[in-house]
C-alpha cells in the first residue's frame, strides 16, 4: 500500500532525526563520555549480572551486588596503590633518585656528543632539558588535577550510576527503543541489533581479555628485568595496550623510563624495549587472534583516524573509546548492509 | 505511587489495567500452556507488542524471520506469494510464524493486516536471552515449542499420507476408466 509505505518512510526519517538529536544533545550536554564508558562497561559486566540473576537473585541485586563488589575493589585500590603512587610522585618532585639518573644522563651527554655532533646535538644539555621537563611534568599533574578534579569526579559517580541502570534496566531501554522503530523495519532492527550485540559483546570482551594478558605479561617481564615499579607500569602498558600503534610505544617508554631514571641503567633501557617488543609480536600472533579473533577488523588507517578523532574529542579517555566506538560503527555498519539485502524494502 | 526504591529494585510491579487479558491469552498459546503466573508476566515483559493498520505488511514471505507473532485484537491473513492465494486468517488468540523461533530460514508466507490489529511479537533474541537469564523457564518454553513443531510435522505427515492415498487412488480410477 503505498499509503503505509510513505508512512513508514516518514517514520523512520524522524526516528533517526530523534536519534542523531539525542546524540548531539549527549555531546553537547558533555555526558556523551559517561553513557559511552558506562554502556561499555555494562556490555562487559552483563555476564556476570545475568549469572548472579541465574543463581535466583533479581536483576536489580544481582546488578547491585556486582557494582557493590567493584566499589570494594576501588575502595582496596584507593587504600593500597594510591598511597604508594603518591609517595613515588613525591620522591619524584623531591629528586631522590636523581644520583643513578644523572650518571645515566651525563652518559647519554657525552655519547650525543660523540657520535652525532654532526647533526649538531653536540651542544644539546640533556641535564637540563631533562630538569625542564621533569618540573613541567610533575608541576603539571596537580594542576590537572585541579583542574579536572570537578568534572572527575562528576565522571566517577555518574559513570557507575548511568552503568547500573544500563545493566539493571538494559532490557526494558532495548524494548522501549525497538518500539520507536516503524513497523515495516521492526524485524529487521531486532535482527540488526541481535546481531551487532553479538559481535560487539565478542569484541569488547576480547579487547578487555587482550589488555589483561598483555599487563600481565608485561608485568612479569618487567619483573624479570629488575623494572621498578613493575606492577604499575605493567597495568599501565596493559591498559595502554587498548590503543593501537600509539599505546604500545607508550607502555614501553613508560617502562624505559623507570629504568633509565631509577637505576640510571641504559643498557637494561635497551632490553625493557626490546622485551616489549618481543611482547607485542607474542600479542599480535598468539593473544589477539585468541582473544578478540578475527570479529572487527578495522583498517590501519581508520584505526589512526579514529585515535586522532576520539582525542581531539574526548582527550585520553576518548583515543581509548576510539577503537571500540569505530569497531562498533563498523559491526553497524556491515551488519545493516548485510541484513538489509536480506529483506525486502520497497 | 511507587517509591523511588521501589522502581529502584522493581520489589513490586504496579497491576497494569490490562495484564490479566495478556496473560490469559499467553495461557492458552501452546507454547506458553502450563506456565505459572510468575512465568507468564516473565514471558509478558518480553513480548512487543505492535499496532497493525489494515492492509500493512507484517512480514513478507523470503526475508528471514524473526519469531511469532500472537493476535490480540484484529484479523491478519497468511498469504502464499508464490500461489497469489490466502492460506489461513488469523484472529484474536492465534498466532503464527513460530518456525522462525527455531530455524535460520525465511519466511515461508506473507503475513499481512486485514483489519486494523494488534499483536504481540515473540523473537529469538528474547528467547534467547530468556535461556540466559531463566533457563529453567526458557527449557519449558523451547520443550513446549518442540513439541508444538512435532504435532504440526505429525499433522502434515498424516495430510502428505492421506494426500498420496488419495492421488493414487485417481491414479488408478483413472487407469480403470481408460480402455
Known sequence: MPGNSTRNRIQIFAFFIGVFLLCVLLYVGGVAAIVVTAAILAYILNPVVTAIEVRGLSRGASTALVLLLITLGAILFWYTVIPIAIEQWRSMQSGSATTATSIAIARLESTLRENFGFLGLGNVNVTEEFQKLKGGFVERIPNFLMEESISLLLGLVMTPFVMFF?????????????????????????????????????????????????????????????????????????????????????????????????KGDIVRGAYVLFAFGILKIVDDLIVQPWAVGKSVQLHPMVVAIAIVVGGHLFGVLGMLLAVPIAGFLKVVLEESIETYRRYRFD | MTTPWVRLFGVKKEKDSDELPILELLSHIPIFEGLNRRELIAIERILHRREYLQGETIFRQGEPGMGMYIVQEGRVAIVSEREEQQLFEMDKGHFFGEVALLDEGSRSATAIARTNCSVFGFFKPDLFELIDRDPRLGLKVVLRLARHIGIRLRQADEWVLALTTELEKLKRAESTEKP
Open chain 1, 166 to 262: 544500563i545493566l539493571k534496566d538494559g532490557l526494558s531501554f532495548k524494548k522501549y527503543f525497538i518500539s520507536l522503530v516503524p513497523n515495516r523495519y521492526f524485524e529487521f532492527t531486532m535482527d540488526l541489533m541481535y546481531k551487532m550485540g553479538v559481535q560487539l559483546g565478542n569484541y569488547l570482551r576480547g579487547q578487555i581479555l587482550d589488555a589483561l594478558v598483555f599487563g600481565a605479561l608485561a608485568t612479569l617481564a618487567l619483573w624479570i628485568l629488575g623494572v621498578p615499579y613493575f606492577v604499575f607500569i605493567g597495568i599501565f602498558a596493559g591498559l595502554a595496550n587498548l590503543i593501537p600503534f600509539v599505546g604500545p610505544i607508550v607502555g614501553a617508554f613508560a617502562g624505559l623510563i623507570a629504568v633509565v631514571l631509577e
